[in-house]
């Protein structure tokens, strides 16, 4: 299939695998490799619009992490079951056993105990979701090695999670032919905007000790649901992370970290349902305006998770109200 990558799979190592010789892999080398085969991708192989959307061909991949301190003194299996919900539990013994799953390159069994520093790797077809096909815009680039982009919502800045070569960071390099970039401002998965991203790692350490010392201050246009009150409103309520996988946050005056955000109401739509509001956020928790116009009563009209019924019940997380359930991965 156009597009795709393989990955030779290396000899078992029995069924059981949970031997004192287990040898060591380094996660450098493994993704040294991945690099080598990524450059050999063009952009052609990569990437084709269909229904409107950008999709990417589905390839083969391998996922590959040392493991982690809370994994250690576990099976594998039970590993995989707790910490990786985008699949149903039924899936990781077969997964196991057919050595799709693997330990330091090795095949093992689903009781084999994961050790500290052992190299866990999972073999995939890879399904990339589709994002918008408005492109991704170079505005300008500097001499000194700034490059400012226009980014379209829907896309991610890095390569996480389900994304890889539909993010900023990899459509720069497959589309636009740059090379070791370094994202200087990030911007959520959902949110349009511009971009800052060094060509170089002294521009991005400046830009990002600009940022930090305010000498560059971030600015925010949203659409929230409701009529926004007048005049100039601060939340300053702390936020802390509910789920670390979801990226879910809330606010918590007692467990929460230092957060403020400043807010102007631009317009209001004739139907008085939706308001457009200016918003300066004075720090950078993740997801802060959203999670602050959430505890004022006016979410984003359009938020996947702040503004859903489902999560936060009917109130939607006003006030600081705790949500029902958390969302599917």
């Given at each position: 299939?156009?597009?795709?990558?393989?990955?030779?799979?290396?000899?078992?190592?029995?069924?059981?695998?949970?031997?004192?010789?287990?040898?060591?892999?380094?996660?450098?080398?493994?993704?040294?490799?991945?690099?080598?085969?990524?450059?050999?991708?063009?952009?052609?192989?990569?990437?084709?619009?269909?229904?409107?959307?950008?999709?990417?061909?589905?390839?083969?991949?391998?996922?590959?992490?040392?493991?982690?301190?809370?994994?250690?003194?576990?099976?594998?299996?039970?590993?995989?079951?707790?910490?990786?919900?985008?699949?149903?539990?039924?899936?990781?013994?077969?997964?196991?056993?057919?050595?799709?799953?693997?330990?330091?390159?090795?095949?093992?069994?689903?009781?084999?105990?994961?050790?500290?520093?052992?190299?866990?790797?999972?073999?995939?077809?890879?399904?990339?979701?589709?994002?918008?096909?408005?492109?991704?815009?170079?505005?300008?680039?500097?001499?000194?090695?700034?490059?400012?982009?226009?980014?379209?919502?829907?896309?991610?800045?890095?390569?996480?999670?389900?994304?890889?070569?539909?993010?900023?960071?990899?459509?720069?390099?497959?589309?636009?032919?740059?090379?070791?970039?370094?994202?200087?401002?990030?911007?959520?998965?959902?949110?349009?905007?511009?971009?800052?991203?060094?060509?170089?790692?002294?521009?991005?350490?400046?830009?990002?000790?600009?940022?930090?010392?305010?000498?560059?201050?971030?600015?925010?246009?949203?659409?929230?649901?409701?009529?926004?009150?007048?005049g100039r409103i601060i939340c300053d309520q702390p936020i802390r992370v509910?789920?670390?996988?979801?990226?879910?946050?809330?606010?918590?005056?007692?467990?929460?970290?230092?957060?403020?955000?400043?807010?102007?109401?631009?317009?209001?739509?004739?139907?008085?349902?939706?308001?457009?509001?200016?918003?300066?956020?004075?720090?950078?928790?993740t997801h802060q305006i959203r999670v602050h116009l959430q505890f004022l009563g006016y979410?984003?009209?359009?938020?996947?998770?702040?503004?859903?019924?489902?999560?936060?019940?009917?109130?939607?997380?006003?006030?600081?109200?705790?949500?029902?359930?958390?969302?599917?991965?």
């Amino acid at each position: 299939m156009k597009g795709e990558r393989k990955h030779q799979r290396p000899e078992s190592r029995g069924p059981d695998g949970d031997t004192p010789a287990r040898k060591a892999i380094k996660l450098s080398d493994h993704r040294q490799e991945q690099k080598d085969e990524d450059e050999l991708m063009t952009a052609a192989d990569i990437y084709f619009e269909e229904g409107g959307l950008q999709r990417i061909h589905p390839y083969f991949f391998k996922f590959a992490t040392h493991a982690k301190g809370r994994w250690v003194g576990r099976t594998i299996l039970e590993v995989f079951r707790s910490e990786f919900r985008d699949r149903p539990p039924g899936y990781y013994e077969p997964a196991i056993a057919q050595g799709i799953i693997e330990i330091n390159n090795e095949r093992v069994g689903p009781s084999t105990v994961v050790r500290n520093g052992d190299l866990v790797t999972h073999f995939i077809h890879r399904h990339e979701p589709p994002v918008t096909t408005q492109p991704l815009t170079i505005v300008q680039e500097t001499d000194s090695g700034l490059l400012i982009v226009d980014k379209p919502g829907s896309i991610p800045v890095h390569p996480s999670g389900r994304y890889n070569y539909n993010s900023v960071v990899k459509i720069l390099e497959k589309k636009h032919g740059y090379r070791a970039l370094h994202p200087i401002n990030r911007l959520d998965r959902l949110t349009s905007g511009l971009m800052l991203v060094g060509l170089n790692a002294n521009v991005a350490r400046r830009m990002e000790n600009d940022l930090s010392s305010h000498r560059i201050q971030k600015e925010y246009i949203c659409k929230v649901k409701g009529v926004f009150p007048t005049g100039r409103i601060i939340c300053d309520q702390p936020i802390r992370v509910i789920a670390h996988k979801l990226s879910l946050n809330c606010v918590d005056p007692n467990e929460g970290k230092p957060s403020l955000t400043e807010f102007e109401l631009l317009s209001v739509d004739d139907d008085q349902m939706h308001s457009v509001v200016y918003c300066r956020p004075k720090t950078g928790r993740t997801h802060q305006i959203r999670v602050h116009l959430q505890f004022l009563g006016y979410p984003i009209a359009n938020d996947p998770l702040y503004c859903n019924t489902e999560v936060w019940g009917d109130n939607l997380g006003k006030n600081g109200e705790l949500p029902l359930a958390l969302p599917p991965l």
